[in-house]
């Protein structure tokens, strides 16, 4: 019998949320938070090593982000676990989107991507 072949693949989520209460609108700041679930859908455990963000502001301007590990932590998920956390970004307009992708290496040491699809950051109401 041989073995089944290793899958390696994680599934990522996101809600966001205005934080009107860190934000200051007269001086074009608008805060955002975004919470964000990752399960590992494949059948090897993985390690999230780092992260890879693309933030474009409603004026076209961007902003990238690379860094170790989420909220400082590098999580290791098991076929099947989830893992969630939340963070945040701050805007100078009242909208933009966020799109990214996190780098894996699997206990096999084979390194993968997961795509992070892009996601709207809106102040409520702003959109008419």
């Known amino acids: 019998m041989t073995a089944a072949a ?25 805060a955002f938070a975004y919470h964000i679930k990752i399960i590992n859908t494949g059948n090897v455990a993985a390690q999230l090593i780092s992260r890879h963000w693309i933030i474009n502001e409603f004026n076209g301007e961007q902003q990238e982000v690379r860094g170790l590990g989420v909220v400082g932590v590098q999580p290791l998920l098991k076929p ?36 992070v699809p892009a ?9 008419h």
């Open 80 to 115: 099947g676990q989830l893992f969630e956390y939340t963070s945040g970004t701050v805007l100078t307009t009242p909208n933009g989107k966020m799109h990214g992708s996190y780098q894996m290496v699997a206990d096999d040491g084979t390194p993968f991507a997961v795509a």
């Open 119 to 127: 996601f709207t950051l809106t102040m409520p109401r702003v959109l």
């Open 6 to 30: 290793k899958h390696y693949e994680c599934v990522v989520t996101v809600e966001t949320e205005f934080l009107p209460d860190q934000s200051d609108l007269a001086r074009n700041r608008y």
